[in-house]
T-cell receptor
Framework: SAVISQKPSRDICQRGTSLTIQCQVD?????MFWYRQQPGQSLTLIAT?????????ESGFVIDKFPISRPNLTFSTLTVSNMSPEDSSIYLC???????????FGPGTRLLVL | KNQVEQSPQSLIILEGKNCTLQ??????????LRWYKQDTGRGPVSLTI?????NTKSNGRYTATLDADTKQSSLHITASQLSDSASYIC???????????FGKGTSLLVTP
């Protein structure tokens, strides 16, 4: 299994500002992902955080808006930049040890942008 | 376009009763199908993972079935408990670029 923590658990931010979300895993993992879950919706993959190289972004998500860092195999950050109310959502970090294996999710960060 | 459709959208049942949630998909090529439980305010937790050759898999009171020919899966919950109240998400994984396709979930409420 994998135990994942996220900081902050929730935040209320003003539009135009940026927020950095941290994800810490209790053991080394190869694959690390960032998701967004908007109210009443399912999860949408933002990007795959690659250790030692640039993140791989899904269609509709760009590095300037969601810069990601992954300095090692247990930690990653997602920044939501120049926020607007449309960015209000739950942001989840997840990890997977290998393709086809169980995916573990963090508790999520609830973001409200005013 | 790869799609995952879940039904019903929401469900209310009495404690102790059984229920079945449905998941239909068009994802191809198929790698595996996963069911997750997501409690309010928490991240999803894996219940089962099934590959093409598996027809059924159980995890306690949860039993998932898969018919890869008709591209349908179900999650059966036996003797429901209040703690089963949650959103249940079906995820179908394609082995084309390892893409995860999420359903919108079924919201289950178990009442006393």
């Amino acid at each position: 299994s994998a135990v994942i923590s996220q900081k902050p658990s929730r935040d209320i931010c003003q539009r135009g500002t940026s927020l950095t979300i941290q994800c810490q895993v209790d053991s080394q993992v190869t694959m690390m992902f960032w998701y967004r879950q908007q109210p009443g919706q399912s999860l949408t993959l933002i990007a795959t955080a690659n250790q030692g190289s640039e993140a791989t972004y899904e269609s509709g998500f760009v590095i300037d808006k969601f810069p990601i860092s992954r300095p090692n195999l247990t930690f990653s950050t997602l920044t939501v930049s120049n926020m607007s109310p449309e960015d209000s959502s739950i942001y989840l970090c997840s990890v997977e040890r290998g393709m086809g294996e169980t995916q573990y999710f963090g508790p999520g960060t609830r973001l409200l942008v005013l | 376009k790869n799609q995952v459709e879940q039904s019903p959208q929401s469900l209310i049942i009495l404690e102790g009763k059984n229920c079945t949630l449905q998941c239909n998909y068009t994802v191809s090529p198929f790698s595996n199908l996963r069911w997750y439980k997501q409690d309010t305010g928490r991240g999803p937790v894996s219940l089962t993972i099934m590959t093409f050759s598996e027809n059924t898999k159980s995890n306690g009171r949860y039993t998932a079935t898969l018919d890869a020919d008709t591209k349908q899966s179900s999650l059966h919950i036996t003797a429901s408990q209040l703690s089963d109240s949650a959103s249940y998400i079906c995820v179908v994984v394609s082995n084309s670029g390892y893409a995860l396709n999420f359903g919108k979930g079924t919201s289950l409420l178990v009442t006393p």
